[in-house]
């Protein structure tokens, strides 16, 4: 959660440093009426390291049965 006190701009927020899958980007909502918001980069191609999926993390792991 980022908040500013009324009046006050809000902080800019860290750029990620791994790649967004294939979207349309993040939904950021700001108060009723005004608007959304795009405080980072969501464009593919564009981060330091490549996206990195939940398989691609944990998928050599073997499978848990309680």
Same mark, same amino acid.
Do not use: C
């Given at each position: 959660?980022?908040?500013?006190?009324?009046?006050? /701009?809000? $902080?800019? !927020? $860290?750029? &990620? +440093? /791994? #790649? *967004? &899958?294939?979207? +349309?980007? !993040?939904?950021?909502?700001? !108060? &009723?009426?005004?608007?959304?918001?795009? $405080?980072?980069?969501? +464009? /593919?191609?564009?981060? @330091? /390291?490549?996206?990195?999926? @939940?398989?691609?993390?944990?998928? #050599? @792991? $073997? @499978? *848990?049965?309680?």
């Amino acid at each position: 959660m980022v908040a500013a006190k009324v009046g006050l /701009h809000l $902080p800019a !927020l $860290p750029q &990620p +440093t /791994h #790649d *967004f &899958p294939e979207s +349309t980007g !993040l939904d950021i909502r700001i !108060l &009723p009426g005004e608007g959304r918001a795009a $405080p980072m980069r969501t +464009t /593919h191609g564009v981060a @330091l /390291h490549k996206y990195v999926s @939940l398989a691609d993390a944990i998928g #050599d @792991l $073997p @499978l *848990f049965n309680w």
